[in-house]
């Protein structure tokens, strides 16, 4: 059973950046694609971007595109989500997520596992 557990989150004003980490254990993430999802408060969860096991095929939410950038090592068994020019609207708790396939996933769905979250705060 594999569980995920995120890091990095933290208070950090607009503009500035943020890289978050997600480190497996129980098993190798190398066969798994990999998502990044984040809850606002009173909304619902959404997606940000994914990966795919190899890290030939990546995905962002349009609100995030072009600033930030989701990677996967493989030899680590973490994947990152490094966040450049937050925004306030950002804030939310983020999630990692894992599918044991080998293709790219959008939908909440669509996932396995899930991690407990990490909160982020941009203040304005």
Avoid: H
């Amino acid at each position: 059973q594999v569980q995920l557990v995120e890091s990095g989150g933290g208070l950090v004003q607009a503009g500035g950046s943020l890289r978050l980490s997600c480190t497996a254990s129980g098993g190798t993430l190398r066969r798994f694609a990999m998502g990044w999802f984040r809850q606002a408060p009173g909304k619902e969860r959404e997606f940000a971007a994914a990966i795919s096991w190899n890290g030939d095929s990546i995905s962002y939410a349009d609100s995030v595109k072009g600033r930030f950038t989701i990677s996967k090592d493989n030899a680590k068994n973490t994947v990152y989500l490094q966040m450049n020019s937050l925004k306030p609207e950002d804030t939310a708790v983020y999630f990692c997520t894992a599918k044991n396939s080998g293709g790219i996933y959008l939908s909440a769905y669509d996932y396995d596992y899930w991690g407990q979250g990490t909160q982020v705060t941009v203040s304005s």
